[in-house]
């Protein structure tokens, strides 16, 4: 069932939370600041000064960088973004590997440039996730499909309208993809006729549906 090595050109479903179930989103800038992290992070590319186009998007809502950095993490990339939700004390990705020991290196870079942001910001040291974070191989399109929807569904928890919740990649599949080629629904997509169609089937999904498959694949711990 599991794959203890993760293999290229699989899709993971990835999560990881706070340490101690503890919030490592506090305000808004925390959330674009980590969004930005796994947008950028797919590739190896350095950058330079993240708080600037973090602060550009704090006040404009948008997403402000030059094509050619675009083009560059593009063709370096490790994974490939497919779905996100970031919630208070916890964050689901579902990725593809695109090279080998993508994963694990995309997971390694975004838990410790966010963890040191966030220390820094709110004068603490330790620890920010717990050491492990969740790596569950999708084993195929059903499950695939499923998963998203869970990935979709998660602000329900926090008693908030899931195709409004602004962090998560449910608006990019069902209204329009805002991050051009750093996110891609298209896999998940170009099996409904529209994106009204895709929102229509989460919508009519049960959670009891999708906690069946979920269970299922229940995940892997890997280090960071």
Avoid at 133 to 140: F, L, R, S, T
Wanted: aromatic residues 14%.
């Amino acid at each position: 069932m599991h794959h203890s090595k993760i293999s290229v050109d699989e899709h993971y479903h990835l999560c990881s939370r706070g340490v101690a179930k503890q919030n490592i989103f506090i305000d808004d800038r925390d959330y674009i600041r980590f969004l930005f992290l796994i947008l950028y992070f797919q590739s190896p590319v350095n950058l330079f000064n993240l708080s600037r186009p973090v602060t550009s998007f704090v006040r404009s809502q948008t997403f402000n960088i030059s094509p050619d950095i675009i083009e560059q993490i593009i063709k370096q990339r490790m994974i490939e973004l497919n779905t996100f939700c970031l919630m208070p004390n916890h964050f689901h990705l579902i990725i593809r590997e695109v090279e080998e020991g993508g994963t694990a290196k995309f997971m390694q870079r975004i838990l410790t440039a966010y963890a040191k942001y966030f220390n820094t910001k709110y004068q603490r040291t330790g620890h920010v996730f717990e050491n492990l974070y969740y790596a569950v191989h999708i084993e195929d399109n059903n499950q695939l499909l499923y998963v998203s929807a869970y990935v979709h569904k998660n602000p329900f928890d926090l008693k908030k309208n899931y195709e409004n919740y602004p962090w998560s990649s449910f608006s990019d599949y069902s209204k329009t993809n805002k991050w051009g080629k750093f996110l891609n629904p298209e896999i998940i997509l170009e099996q409904f006729d529209d994106e009204k169609d895709y929102a229509k089937w989460v919508r009519e999904t049960s959670a009891k549906e999708l906690e069946a498959e979920i269970e299922e694949s229940l995940p892997e711990l890997l280090e960071v």
